[in-house]
């Protein structure tokens, strides 16, 4: 007789090949004729420019991060809003801390300005250059 694990690992090699036996036997069955243009990158119909391997600023995943974040916080919210008569004061207690915590979250990435797409540069970023270009110019200037 098999032991509780033995009977997951059981579970998991019959599913492989399951999974296996489907992709072989599509394999088997479906059309291979590739072409020039079947290979090529697909553009929304537009004929593709230049390399497919484009770099993408890391603003976009951040701000795609972000949204997906609060999008799954809000999931929340529906479940909660439907029963809401019925759970009382105490629940709504717990979501209005919830919310409170999404709120901070929200003000906390809108003030680090991770919500603007293009972020300016910090202001001590700034001071740092012209301090260094002052002192470049002050050594400069010293002759020899």
Request: aromatic share 16%; charged share 20%; net charge positive.
């Amino acid at each position: 007789m098999l032991s509780e694990f033995g009977i997951v690992l059981l579970f998991f090699i019959v599913a492989a090949l399951v999974v296996g036996a489907t992709l072989f036997v599509a394999r088997l069955l479906r059309p291979s004729r590739p072409s020039a243009e079947k290979l090529s990158t697909y553009e929304c119909g537009e004929e593709p420019i230049g390399d497919s391997w484009v770099k993408f600023n890391v603003r976009f995943y951040i701000v795609a991060l972000i949204f997906l974040i609060f999008d799954v916080e809000v999931v929340f919210l529906f479940p909660w809003a439907l029963v809401y008569r019925k759970l009382g004061t105490f629940a709504f207690t717990e979501m209005m801390v919830f919310l409170g915590i999404l709120i901070a979250g929200y003000i906390y990435v809108w003030v680090k300005g991770d919500l603007d797409w293009d972020k300016p540069r910090p202001k001590y970023l700034d001071y740092m250059r012209n301090e260094m270009s002052r002192k470049q110019s002050k050594i400069s200037n010293v002759k020899l």
